[in-house]
Each structure stands twice: as structure tokens, then as C-alpha cells.
């Protein structure tokens, strides 16, 4: 069975940081390029972070670079965000999503609430 779950959300201040994990099971883990997404209230889910599957090559969003980092650990099965200076304008629910190279399968994760407040 396919999982991703995510964890390490929360209520935090303005300036603050959050470390989200996700960790996945029942897929080849490291086939995948795994991303974060993110999803405000009464907005569109959009892209935040992605790295490939060696972990060499990594692509942010532009309204979070230099805060956010993405890493992941093959062996663990893990795909990390570490976000820094968080804003009010970074509270959504982010998720995990993980895609094969070369076909159209994918796998979200449930979402973990992200709530930075003034």
C-alpha cells in the first residue's frame, strides 16, 4: 500500500521556523523526484520545492527561496522541508507529492496545516 505522510506542522510566530517531514512506503522511493505543495484557503494548490531523485538538483518557488530547503534521505525514505522566516503568507496545508520520471504516476500525501501567525 502507498503511503505518504507528512508531519512537523503547526502554530508558529512570524519570523519562526517549521522542519515538515514526509515519509513514504509500499513505492521505490528513490525512483521518484518528490515535491512539496502547498494550499492556502480559497486558493489553488501551488508548487514550493522539488529535488530529483539523487538529491542533486533542487528547484524552489520563488516567493521561498532562500527561506525553505529541501533534502531527502534515500535510505530513511524521506523527503524534508525546512522553513525559515516564515511569513503569514506561508500558512497553508503543504503536501507531499512523489512522481515517476517518465509516466503520469503519482502519489500525494494527506497534508500536514502550516499556521504562522502575526
Known amino acids: 500500500q502507498v503511503q505518504l505522510v507528512e508531519s512537523g506542522g503547526g502554530l508558529v510566530q512570524s519570523g519562526g521556523s517549521l522542519r515538515l517531514s514526509c515519509t513514504a512506503s509500499g513505492f521505490t522511493f528513490h525512483y521518484y523526484v518528490m515535491k512539496w505543495y502547498r494550499q492556502a484557503p480559497g486558493k489553488e494548490r501551488e508548487f514550493v520545492a522539488g529535488?530529483?531523485?539523487?538529491?542533486?538538483?533542487?528547484r524552489y518557488a520563488d516567493s521561498v527561496k532562500g527561506r525553505f530547503a529541501i533534502s531527502r534521505d534515500n535510505r530513511r525514505k524521506t523527503v524534508d522541508l525546512q522553513m525559515n522566516s516564515l511569513e503569514v503568507e506561508d500558512t497553508a496545508v503543504y503536501y507531499c507529492?512523489?512522481?515517476?520520471?517518465?509516466?503520469?504516476?503519482?502519489?500525494w500525501g494527506q497534508g500536514t496545516q502550516v499556521t504562522v501567525s502575526a
Open positions: 529535488v530529483t531523485r539523487d538529491g542533486g538538483v533542487k
Open positions: 507529492k512523489a512522481e515517476a520520471v517518465g509516466s503520469n504516476t503519482e502519489y
